[in-house]
């Protein structure tokens, strides 16, 4: 028992009303001011903030190098996008985000954009359609304009797959290795796996493939999005083992645990060419 | 400060309103009562609560009783509380339920009362007490929680369970209810009830923010998935190891916990900033956040000097993996440790975990890097003999007979008293005898009986010694001594073995009668026996050797029939067939094959069996039999990639579609049926409705044409079709051969990717097929001709190496040695071109390549004679190979300037010339070239 001191009687549980994320797009000046805009707009070097005075609403401009950062709202479609993602629905995703990559587009070089996490997930968008190269070419774009580390190195992420269709298999697996050792976060983490994996896979190192797949239901369980590819790897990565058990047991897993994902649909098919 | 303190703060304003008593005439005057109140409280304050008390007793001995005074009855209550005098504690709140019944605090009161049982150990009134407020909604959540701790106390867990399942058997609101989960959690634990637990688990990680000491629910996690292991209940253990948090998820959520409080106090200034009467109710609840703070800050930094609790769970992690058998799993958790955690104690368990993870994956060549490094690190640890033993047995499992030898003998020296000295020593012998080193495999078996004479392998190596006799060579010895095991061991586990070796012995030793009359006896002995299929089969042997054929016959045949694997049940049928064939009986070979077709209608090898069914048909002058038969069969495998025996009966088919129908020796020739068209006839033949929707069917057909048209001596309607296939079906539409073929297409016509996409397919999906080395030879083509020659000799290497490529060895072997010349490895170059060059079967083109190839390996040496000689070799021996021919005369004659032999040189410049067949060559006018630049032009 823990009880050292009486609390008698009971707290008042203080019901404090959340203020809902601000809608208004406020900036934040570096001199500390706040400005109240009703919305920005970029237009050269200056910040174009809508201003309601009284009954009427006017323009006022700020030189970008001034803001502190503009409160812009998180767009709801950084949610819906990755679930799109999740779902294995990549162009359905790609139409989701790419209003938002675009809006924020002219806002690159001003704190609290929403552009990289944005131009992220249009890279995997375009990534799940297999456009290799167009992914590879906006990764890279926001790994050199991002100051958000962990975005760099999902940026970078995406330059393994290009790299391991030129058979570049030594550096794919030094970007996959840097970001295993540097990253704090989770769903970085995963993607990384799955890559590394996939490094593996290509050059048809099963075992080390299967090691570095299940790196992600053992440690990122909770990176869902991440598992179905992590699943059929190893499952293809236990076939080249000619464990076919196990490789069955990985497909079964997939398309009972995320049926609806893109890649259950191969694992479906797969399992159908599995000797019985 | 507590919540006590505070509110007898907040009653000090009341008693200027009460009224004194007054003091007894003659006695010293009592302070005021409003001055002794306030000292009173500034005891309470101060945290002398027996004194407080005791004050404030003496104060309402001097007030009337009135509803202005209950709050110093509560407080004189508090204060024996807080002062851990629970009976006077019990004694005050009664007076107070006595004078105040109806009073406002007197729900707080019964609590209390409650609650200095429960610390008074009154356990049963104390339950008792609390079941009665739990209806109160105000003190609902720490009435039930107290209860449960009360049932707990005197072990009535059920009554426990239920208390907190009202507590927490819905959403986790409050920290209250936290608690109850928590200890609910371990009650379902103790209980063995894992669903339940783990789904309260589950709660309480989904709420991990309510929890008001994370690093104590931490552990107290692990320790719920200690006891569901202990108790072998792996998977619920797995999975309450898997919400223990890693060190820096405890060090974020505890920051974030902090955070979340210091918010709070934010949150609360600014509440009195903007209306200064909150502060007499916020400054006490800021102070108690703060004080909360603290104690985090506290826990926190003690538990960041703590060493990282990460690879202790990760450790346990692995191990219900390893329980659960998800070895790889295993592999990947403990290999994480030995990765991230340079030291502490866990390093040692997790490699020794990992050794047994990889060994059981058969992982042998991993599992011996960390044998070796184990016993770098931890010479002395406690796995240290086990480690020394698996060295060598992993070695072993690897067929490393020669690596496990040096393992045994190295740990025998190391670890001379190992536990597992007996098991080393037998299995030393074991490797020798692997090895197939047998007289030293003896002696070590030797060894092995002279230390361990009564152990539990001497059995097992008694015969093994025997056995290395008889694989020796040494018949005699080694029957002598398969006797002596039989005299010695009437009922051992060997004896069924021993005899049949015996048997074998005597069949070395031409004892023909002896092996048929052993073998006889030998199933009389042991009916049932799983190896009869292989006695039998050397009982056909002995008929057959001793020319009694008629009688090896149905013994093959039984022998096949009873046989426990596909070499000796392979081995016996084609054994029968060939002395039914040498008999001429075709008949009987089709009656032989039609019974296999019967008896195991789904064998891969039934396929290969109608084909010599067809064969026999053929033989006997049945074609139109024989068509049906290869026609029906091709038709109910055709839609089946996997059957790649189907292409074997597809080349048969049209084999008979080409061949010409004896005439029959009485027609007249002016009567005999005109011969019909063979592609038309193979067209009707494998018609069917069945395969028009069949991908692998139309490709297929389309391979029949292509067989067609290459027995007809019809090349480019052969490529056509082969193209045909190549270009209109899907790599998953074809079989084997037809893949490789594809892909051996492609690669002509330098389509590299296409071909690489069926080679691929080729070698995922059929890497036990015969027609694998398709893929080897196209996969290391490919790489060639982009000049990745690593990768190509990869491919070629695993080609001879890995695979033992049968049918494309030429190629591949080719492969090999042109890829180690574009290296610049030339000794090796010499090596495999010398191979290639001197294998019988391959002599053409491969040796016309070959040779010159030496030519060119000598050139790069500077060695021009040689090189000479090579190149003449080409062009004098291999002149159907024209241009390997041109490209020689070419070389012969740049060595020849070489050397200087100017006149030579010309000479063979014309030669060259002379060859009309060359004269299309490229050479052709690089020899003329040649020749004007030595001044020899025409």
Known sequence: MHHSRFTFGFVLVLLLVLVSPARAQNILLKTGQTIATKGVRRTGDMVMGKVQVGASSGEVGYQASTIAKIEFPEPPQLKTTAALLAQGLPNKALADIEAVVKYYEPFRDVPGNWWAPAALLKVSALGGMQL????????????????????????????????????????????????????????????????????????????????????????????????????????????????????????????????????????????????K | MSRLVRQAALFCGLLFFLGDVGSAPGEEAPPDLATAHAQAMAEFQAGNFAKAATDL???????????????????????????????????????????FPKGPRAAGVAFAIAQSNLLSKNFKEAAGQMAALENDPALREQALLFEAEAFKATNKIDDAMRALEKLAGQDLQTNDAMRGATMLAQFYAQKGDGAKALATLEKIHQKIALADNIIELNALTVD????????????????????????????????????????????????????????????????????????????????????????????????????????????????????????????????????????????????????????????????????????????????????????????????????????????????????????????????????????????????????????????????????????????????????????????????????????????????????????????????????????????????????????????????????????????????????????????PTVVSALFWIGKAKA??????????????????????????????????????????????????????????????????????????????????????????????RRPDEEEKYIAQIAADFKPEELSPLLLGEAGDYLVAKGKFDQAAGFYQRLQDDFPKSHMIDYAYNGLGEIAFQKKDYAKALRYFADGTEKIAAAQKLKDISLGQAKTYFALGKLDEAQKAFEQVASVREWRGEATAFSVYSLGQIAAKRGKWAEANAYYQRVYVGYQKFLPWVAKAYIASGQSFEKLNKVQEAANTYRELLRNEKLAGFSEAAEARSRLAALGQGS
């Open chain 2, 57 to 99: 007793e003496a104060i309402v001995a001097r007030v009337e009783v009135t509803p202005q005074v209950e709050p110093i009855f509560y407080t004189i209550g508090s204060a024996y509380f807080n002062a851990g005098d629970y009976p006077k504690a019990i004694a005050a709140f009664k007076i107070y339920q006595a004078k």
């Open chain 2, 224 to 603: 719920l998935g200690d006891k569901f292991y202990n108790k072998q209940q792996f998977k619920e253990a797995l999975a309450a190891y898997r919400y223990a948090y890693p060190r820096e998820q405890i060090i974020q959520l505890q920051n974030n916990r902090i955070a979340r409080m210091q918010r709070r106090i934010e949150e609360n200034l600014a509440a009195v900033r903007a209306n200064p009467s909150e502060i007499v109710r916020l400054a006490p609840v800021n102070n108690q956040i703060k004080e909360g703070i603290a104690n985090a800050q506290k826990l926190l930094a003690e538990f960041e000097k703590l060493p990282s609790i990460t690879p202790a769970i990760y450790l346990r992690l692995g191990r219900c993996f390893y329980e659960l058998d998800r070895k790889w799993e295993a592999v990947v958790v403990n290999q994480e440790i030995l990765d991230r955690f340079k030291e502490g104690p866990e390093r040692e368990p997790a490699l020794f975990g990992l050794i047994l993870a990889l060994a059981d994956v058969n992982q042998p060549k991993r599992a011996l890097e960390r044998c070796e490094q184990y016993l770098r690190e931890f010479k002395s640890g406690p796995n240290a003999p086990t480690v020394g033993y698996l060295l060598g047995a992993v070695a072993l499992q690897a067929g490393d007979p020669q690596g496990a030898e040096n393992y045994f003998n190295r740990i025998l020296e190391a670890q001379p008293k190992s536990t597992f000295r007996e098991q080393i020593r037998y299995l030393l012998g074991n490797a020798k005898f692997m090895a197939g080193n047998y007289p030293e495999a003896v002696a070590a078996y030797k060894n092995y009986l002279k230390e361990f004479p009564k152990g539990a392998s001497a059995e097992d190596v008694n015969y093994r010694i025997a056995l290395s006799a008889l694989f020796a060579g040494k018949y005699q010895d080694a029957m002598n001594q398969l006797q002596d095991y039989v005299a010695k061991h009437p009922s051992g586990s060997f004896l069924p073995d021993a005899k049949y070796r015996l048997a074998v012995c005597k069949y070395a030793a031409s004892l023909y009668d002896e092996v048929i009359a052993d073998c006889q006896a030998w199933e009389k002995q042991f009916p049932g026996n799983p190896q009869l299929g292989e006695v039998l089969a050397l009982l056909g042997d002995a008929y057959a050797a001793s020319d009694r054929e008629n009688a090896a016959i149905p013994v093959y045949i039984r022998s096949y029939q009873t046989a426990t694997t596909d070499e000796v049940m392979n081995y016996s049928l084609f054994a029968a067939s060939k002395l039914l064939q040498k008999a001429g009986d075709w008949d009987k070979v089709s009656e032989l094959f039609s019974g296999f077709v019967k008896d195991k209608p789904d064998h």
């Open chain 2, 619 to 712: 033989h006997d002058g049945k074609i139109d039999e024989a068509k049906q038969l290869a026609a029906e069969t091709i038709k109910k495998y055709i839609d089946d990639p996997k059957r790649d025996a189907v292409e074997q009966l597809i080349t048969q088919l049209a084999q008979f579609c080409v061949k010409k129908k004896r005439p029959a020796e009485d027609a007249p020739a002016a009567v005999a049926a005109p011969e019909p068209d063979p592609g038309a006839e193979l067209d009707r033949l494998l018609a069917s409705p069945a395969n028009e929707e069949s991908g692998t069917a139309k490709a297929r057909i389309l391979f029949a044409k292509a067989e067609l048209a290459r027995l007809q």
């Open chain 1, 132 to 275: 290799d190269k167009q992914a590879e070419m906006l990764g890279d774009e926001i790994r050199k304009s991002t100051t958000d580390p962990e975005t760099a190195r999902a940026a970078q992420l995406q330059l393994v797959a290009g790299l391991v269709r030129k058979e570049n298999y030594e550096k794919a697996l030094q970007i996959c290795d840097a970001v295993i050792k540097e990253s704090a976060r989770q769903e970085v983490l995963a993607e990384a796996w799955v890559k590394k994996g996939d490094v593996f896979l290509a050059q048809r190192e099963w075992d080390s493939a299967v090691l570095a797949y299940l790196h992600v239901p053992v440690f990122y369980e909770d990176e869902k999005q991440w598992i179905p590819p992590a699943l059929l790897g190893s499952a293809r990565a236990f076939r080249g083992l000619e464990d076919l058990e196990r490789a069955k047991k990985s497909l079964n897993d997939l398309t009972a645990g995320y049926p609806k994902s893109a890649q259950a649909e191969i694992a479906r098919a797969e399992l159908q060419k599995m000797p």
